[in-house]
């Protein structure tokens, strides 16, 4: 029988950063958990769903005739910015998501994990790009059978779905800082 001896704190040299390719490993793991929370409380896409049909609906045929003249000559005016407000709103979800994980826990489970630092966020966000896709597709389509035609046809429907995509992924990051730095709103019920 061998007796194994504990060495102490000090002269134990721990790894304490990961390489590139267990980093996006690991972001594409915590990414596949946040598809997963999303599958199991389906109420989760109720914003990115209903938000860009109701909202096109409601404003094309509300102001359509009034500011353009005709609804067809508005749409080319209302779907850009439709899809801005959608996405725009739908990456201010991400930090709530993660303020709730931070409250309930789950970062702090992270922590003991042998998993890159990044990856719980870069994960969250990476997750939120499909909820990104689905408020694009789905205000792009609502134009088209309203009879939206754009004149760069679907290639360049196609760029500005990418690029709207990446854009509020970009900004998402912003809205993931205030959930990460936020305090619970009790704290302020304390201090008063």
Not at 110 to 138: C, E, M, Q, W
Request: glycine share 8%; hydrophobic share 50%; net charge positive.
């Amino acid at each position: 029988m061998r007796s194994t001896s504990i060495q102490p704190v000090a002269e134990r040299q721990l790894k304490n950063n990961t390489s590139m390719g267990q980093s996006i490993r690991n972001a594409l793991t915590m990414a596949y958990r946040g598809l997963l929370k999303i599958r199991r409380t389906p109420e989760q896409l109720f914003d990115v769903t209903l938000q860009p049909i109701i909202f096109t609906l409601m404003f094309t045929y509300i102001f359509g005739g009034a500011i353009s003249g005709d609804v067809l000559s508005y749409l080319p005016v209302i779907i850009p910015g439709i899809l801005v407000q959608t996405v725009i709103t739908t990456s201010v979800v991400i930090g709530v998501q993660l303020r709730e994980d931070m409250d309930k826990g789950v970062f702090d489970r992270f922590k003991s994990l042998p998993i890159a630092r990044i990856a719980p966020l870069a994960g969250a966000l990476l997750a939120d790009t499909i909820r990104y896709t689905i408020a694009t597709v789905l205000t792009f389509t609502m134009g088209y059978i309203m009879g939206y035609r754009p004149e760069g046809g679907i290639g360049s429907v196609a760029i500005a779905a990418v690029l709207v995509i990446f854009c509020s992924w970009a900004i998402s990051w912003i809205f993931a800082f205030f959930g990460v730095i936020a305090v619970l709103p009790q704290a302020y019920k304390e201090y008063q």
